[in-house]
């Protein structure tokens, strides 16, 4: 569960919409086994010293791994202090390729996009080295406009668009071998 900084209205929000889409992806990802949130010890989890591995390595937990982190919000920007602790690792527990600091828009979209990354970047490194989809866009053809249209959307579901407006018959959309474009 990742906190945030500030209480107002906005970064609450857009640090939900962070925790939400960060749990989905780890879960949809088939490499990590999520602890149930009933079993997270009381207390704060923004920074190093509000976490006490002891807590997390209980045989009722017996959790490896563990995401937490802080949210700012400033200057139409999302911050989030990412870190990703090794807790069965006492000598050094954090991992410090996916523990940095992401940014984005102050949007949903933004929260979503930063959520995906850091996603991404622990299942790669605690998958050995498989690569995550939660960056992956979905290519589709849709009718919901009365012609065939080319829309785009995030693996999950989320944010489809159309990228053609035709009003004519789009069939069979291809990615690149590159994923930048498509035909």
Excluded: C
């Excluded at 602890?35 to 009381?42: A, G, K, Q, T």
């Excluded at 527990?93 to 622990?122: C, M, N, P, V, W």
């Amino acid at each position: 569960e990742f906190q945030s900084v500030a209480n107002d209205e906005k970064t609450t929000k857009l640090t939900a919409v962070f925790n939400a889409v960060l749990w989905d992806d780890l879960e949809y990802s088939g490499v990590a086994t999520l602890v149930s949130r009933s079993f997270y010890p009381i207390g704060k989890f923004s920074s190093p010293a509000d976490i006490k591995p002891e807590d997390w390595t209980t045989p009722a937990v017996d959790a490896q791994f563990l995401a937490f982190g802080n949210t700012r919000v400033n200057g139409g920007r999302i911050s989030i202090e990412a870190r990703l602790w090794d807790l069965k690792n006492t000598q050094n527990r954090e991992i410090s390729s996916a523990s940095k600091r992401y940014g984005s828009e102050e949007t949903e979209e933004g929260a979503r996009l930063i959520a995906h990354q850091f996603a991404d970047a622990i299942v790669e490194l605690i998958g050995g080295g498989i690569h995550g989809v939660a960056l992956t866009k979905i290519a589709f053809v849709s009718d919901r406009t009365g012609s065939k249209e080319l829309y785009v959307m995030d693996y999950d579901g989320n944010d489809p668009h159309a990228l053609t407006g035709y009003k004519s018959i789009v069939l069979t959309p291809a990615w690149s071998p590159d994923g930048e474009k498509i035909a």
